[in-house]
């Protein structure tokens, strides 16, 4: 392998193809240090209307001050002004709110070539006189819908929720561009596992993309929402099923759940379709009965998506399971000492390189050196599971 090879063309050789060795693992995470994100996602707002099962949010109040004494709206034009060619940048959410358009129609003017969305819940609707006056529009607008209307309440622990979403969906074309999109994902757990196929018989027609990923069971109160290996099982049946009626973007971050997927299609399957998958730059493609999966490995997780909270910090993926408080006092509700998830404050003078270098510095001996560990033992599994008769 040459120098010119990406984290993730390491990450196949150690984790696949178990051609582990030290020099691979620095060569990984040196080259994961040139790979700027082309995602910009904001948390423009930290508190919800909602408190869903699976949520990996804790419940927290507004960060709206926080976010006006630190400039989120600076850092915002300080980064998207640096990234590289056709930015995508995300409303991660929590939630919609007007105040938020100042720093939307800054990214807008600042970079026409960017493509704007927000993943919500379809409260946005709240805001729709604000948004029609502000002339903003999306170029996407992801609407979460997690089940049947009667699934969709449980997991989003809200009777009108679903409701709110075919709303949401139903209006979207009124705040997207003429060459907008309108999708939806589908957030895999426990309660929702048995209703994926009957989910997707009830979309509204106006969604273009339809998404499903599996919960990340980040915070101690919603890890018995995993699905286990028989329900991954149900939920792989139906998933295939539904590919049959749309396109399903099976999307997977958890390593543990890449083990399920194997033990669900069986060894061979599962390795075929790894010896066929597509690298790309934060994650593996593969096609398995049909339906397209795409895996993003922990240990490379910097390179998706650069993340700014609410606070104007550039902070590490998952830090978004503890809240701003413990995040900005570096220690959690447990006691552990978290600050090693806080890169730092970006202001005008802040550098993206500079900033996404220390990140993955930091990545690198912390989080992504334990990732690798755990998605190296989950292949080695992979390949020792017995044959299926
Ligand atoms: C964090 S929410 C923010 C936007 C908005 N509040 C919503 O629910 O659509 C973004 C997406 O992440 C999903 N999500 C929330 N918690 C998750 C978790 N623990 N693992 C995986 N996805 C999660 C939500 O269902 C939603 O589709
Ligand atoms: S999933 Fe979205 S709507 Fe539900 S609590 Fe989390 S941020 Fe709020």
């Known amino acids: 392998m040459?120098?010119?090879?990406?984290?993730?063309?390491?990450?196949?050789?150690i984790v696949h193809l178990q051609d582990s060795g030290e020099q691979f693992i620095e060569n990984m995470f040196d080259s994961l240090g040139d790979e700027y994100p082309s995602i910009f996602s904001v948390v423009g707002e930290r508190t919800c209307a909602l408190q869903c099962a699976h949520c990996i949010f804790q419940a927290e109040k507004s960060s709206q001050a926080l976010s006006l004494s630190n400039s989120l709206t600076v850092a915002v034009k300080t980064i998207i002004s640096q990234m590289g060619a056709n930015p995508i940048f995300v409303h991660e959410g929590r939630m919609f709110r007007p105040a938020h358009l100042e720093w939307l129609t800054a990214?807008?003017?600042?970079?026409?070539?960017?493509?704007?969305?927000?993943?919500?819940?379809?409260?946005?609707?709240?805001?729709?006189?604000?948004?029609?006056?502000?002339?903003?529009?999306?170029?996407?607008?992801?609407?979460?819908?997690?089940?049947?209307e009667e699934v969709h309440a449980q997991q989003r622990k809200n009777a009108r929720s679903f409701s709110l979403a075919m709303e949401?969906?139903?209006?979207?074309?009124?705040?997207?561009r003429e060459t907008g999109r309108i999708t939806?994902?589908?957030?895999?757990?426990?309660?929702?596992?048995?209703s994926v196929l009957a989910t997707?018989?009830?979309?509204?027609?106006?969604?273009?993309e339809w998404h499903i990923t599996t919960i990340s069971p980040v915070r101690p109160e919603i890890s018995g929402l995993s699905v286990n290996d028989d329900e991954f099982k149900e939920a792989w049946s139906q998933i295939v099923s539904a590919n049959h009626i749309r396109p399903v973007f099976f999307r997977i971050y958890?390593?543990?759940?890449?083990?399920?997927?194997a033990k669900a299609v069986g060894k061979e399957k599962f390795l075929s379709a790894m010896d066929d998958a597509q690298v790309f730059s934060c994650g593996v493609s593969l096609t398995i009965d049909g339906v397209s999966v795409l895996y993003y490995p922990k240990s490379v997780g910097p390179n998706e998506v650069f993340v700014l909270d609410a606070d104007a910090h550039y902070r590490m993926?998952?830090?978004?399971?503890?809240?701003?408080e413990e995040l900005r006092s570096g220690v959690s509700r447990f006691g552990q000492d978290i600050r090693e998830y806080t890169i730092g404050k970006v202001d005008d003078q802040s550098?993206?390189?500079?900033?996404?270098?220390?990140?993955?510095?930091?990545?690198?001996?912390?989080?992504?050196?334990?990732?690798?560990?755990?998605?190296?033992?989950?292949f080695q599994e992979i390949h020792k599971l017995q044959e299926r008769r």
Do not use: H
Request: hydrophobic share 45%.
């Open 2 to 13: 040459t120098t010119e090879s990406s984290a993730m063309d390491y990450w196949f050789s």
């Open 107 to 148: 990214v807008r003017d600042l970079r026409p070539d960017a493509v704007v969305g927000m993943i919500d819940t379809g409260a946005y609707l709240d805001y729709a006189t604000e948004i029609k006056q502000s002339d903003f529009k999306f170029d996407w607008l992801d609407i979460s819908i997690d089940g049947t």
């Open 168 to 176: 949401g969906i139903g209006n979207a074309s009124r705040f997207i």
């Open 184 to 194: 939806s994902l589908f957030t895999l757990t426990k309660i929702n596992y048995a």
């Open 200 to 208: 997707c018989k009830i979309l509204p027609k106006e969604l273009t």
């Open 254 to 261: 958890v390593v543990e759940d890449i083990l399920k997927l």
């Open 317 to 324: 993926p998952y830090s978004l399971a503890y809240s701003l």
């Open 351 to 378: 550098q993206f390189g500079v900033l996404y270098a220390n990140g993955v510095d930091c990545w690198r001996t912390t989080f992504g050196a334990k990732a690798l560990k755990s998605e190296v033992a989950m």
